[in-house]
């Protein structure tokens, strides 16, 4: 093989290994890859897994992620960083049922896996299960109780603070927030950021304008935004929790023949495809950085997997930012 390449055995190795990454030459990977199509060429990967105990392979359990809205971001960052390191990831979805989570996560470990991401479908609180002790783990838009493994979440307090600060900075003081009952990470550092806003800007606290309602889907915010519209004194602008709650409140807007934005600004949270930019006017709102935090998860477990042949990771905060993402939903309020 190295000599059907015209290169040393080591170059052959980095490279069908996937470990050429500056360290090999973008001409000498080309005549390797070239050479291995010729001669049909295929290491035997479980082989050098049995020589190794490494298979260049990363297990991902989840719970719902598989199944969400928001799965499709956060696998591409993963996938992304896991296939130009040459690593495959391997998607196991237990529906949040414990005994097809253990034995999916026993399973892999017979099977080599090198480290493992634990994936929730939103930022939540979890205890890590027993039979991911002694492996390398991530965890990947949850946190441990325990604090036994690292993990990346969402910057939900700063997300939800600068979409308030915007609803200020475009002149409104009568800002109105809907969330929900649910007891979430989410729900209480969007709220504790929409209340500390008001504060910061000398604008007084409305009890009347926090809706809590049951669910975080559009018929509740729908209802929210009724509660809201039927006040005496309305609020000129309405923050929602999620993008679904904001697509309800539109609707419950449109009915009392008022639009958006000239008579009320509505400024949702998640940036869900087909709902954010499907709105008209186009709704403004928070990004969740589901790609960033995949990526940053399997980046954060290959540099603790094999550090010297990992890329290097610039920043070790678990926290990722939440863009605001500015659309038309927004004006400042009639005067």
Known sequence: MAEAAGVSSATVSLVLNGRSVGRVSADLVSRVEDA???????????????????????????????TTTFASAMLSGAQEVAWRNGWLLLLVNSNGEDAMEKAAIRSLVQRNVDGFIYATMYNQEIQAPDSLKGQKVILLDCVDVNKQHESVVPNEYQGATDAVQYLVNQ????????????????????????????KANKIEFNPEYVVEVSNANSIDGYAGAQKLLALKTRPTAIFCYTDRMAMGAYEAIAEAKLSIPQDISVVGFDNQLNIADALRPPLTT?????????????????????????????????VIACPLVIRDSVAPPRK
């Open 36 to 66: 291995a199509d010729r001669l049909n060429y295929r290491p035997n990967l479980v082989a050098r897994s049995l020589r190794t105990h490494e298979s260049k392979t990363i297990g991902i359990i989840s719970n719902d992620v598989a």
């Open 171 to 198: 002149g409104h003081t009568q800002i109105a927030y809907i969330g929900t009952k649910e007891n979430t990470i989410a729900g209480r550092e969007r709220l504790k950021a929409y209340r500390n806003v008001l």
């Open 286 to 318: 928070v990004q969740l950085p589901h790609f960033e935090m995949g990526a940053w998860a399997v980046t954060r477990l290959l540099e603790a997997i094999d550090p010297e042949n990992s890329e290097p990771l610039k920043d070790h905060g678990q």
